[in-house]
């Protein structure tokens, strides 16, 4: 069965950090991209950051971009997310995914077939 944890969220103040780590378990999916997504209340989800099976390839949200660092240890099956200069707008749900299909690479939503429970992040002002 596959599963897909995540864990470091939390309260921080404007302009703190936090890292996110994403473990995955019940399979191997090192052919993968894999993706964290947020969704605020009332909001939909959003794409946050996404990489490639390799790990040389990434793509950003505008939002988030030269703020955020995505990673991935594929030996250890494990994915981060690296946030700094955090805003309250960043405050959400934050899920890791694995998407469906090997080497397709994609910074939408759709197409990612495996999610994890989410981490709550809080940015307060």
Same mark, same amino acid.
């Given at each position: 069965? /596959?599963?897909?944890?995540?864990?470091? @969220? #939390?309260?921080?103040?404007?302009?703190? *950090?936090?890292?996110? *780590?994403?473990? /995955?378990?019940? +399979?191997?999916?090192? +052919?993968?991209?894999? @993706?964290?997504? +947020?969704?605020?209340? @009332?909001?939909?989800?959003?794409? /946050?950051?996404?990489?490639?099976? !390799? #790990?040389?390839?990434?793509? $950003?949200?505008?939002? %988030?971009? @030269?703020?955020?660092?995505? *990673?991935?240890?594929?030996?250890?099956?494990?994915?981060?997310?690296?946030?700094?200069?955090?805003?309250?707008?960043?405050?959400?749900?934050?899920?890791?995914? /694995?998407?469906?299909?090997?080497? $397709?690479? !994609?910074?939408?939503?759709? #197409? $990612? +077939? $495996?999610? #994890?429970?989410?981490?709550?992040?809080? %940015?307060?002002?």
């Amino acid at each position: 069965q /596959v599963q897909l944890v995540e864990s470091g @969220g #939390g309260l921080v103040q404007a302009g703190g *950090s936090l890292t996110l *780590s994403c473990a /995955v378990s019940g +399979r191997t999916f090192s +052919r993968y991209t894999w @993706g964290w997504f +947020r969704q605020a209340s @009332g909001k939909e989800r959003e794409s /946050v950051a996404v990489i490639n099976w !390799s #790990g040389d390839r990434t793509a $950003y949200a505008d939002s %988030v971009k @030269g703020r955020f660092t995505i *990673s991935r240890n594929n030996a250890k099956n494990t994915m981060s997310l690296q946030m700094n200069s955090l805003k309250p707008e960043d405050t959400a749900v934050y899920y890791c995914a /694995v998407h469906a299909t090997a080497y $397709y690479f !994609s910074l939408a939503r759709d #197409g $990612y +077939r $495996y999610w #994890g429970q989410g981490t709550q992040v809080t %940015v307060s002002s």
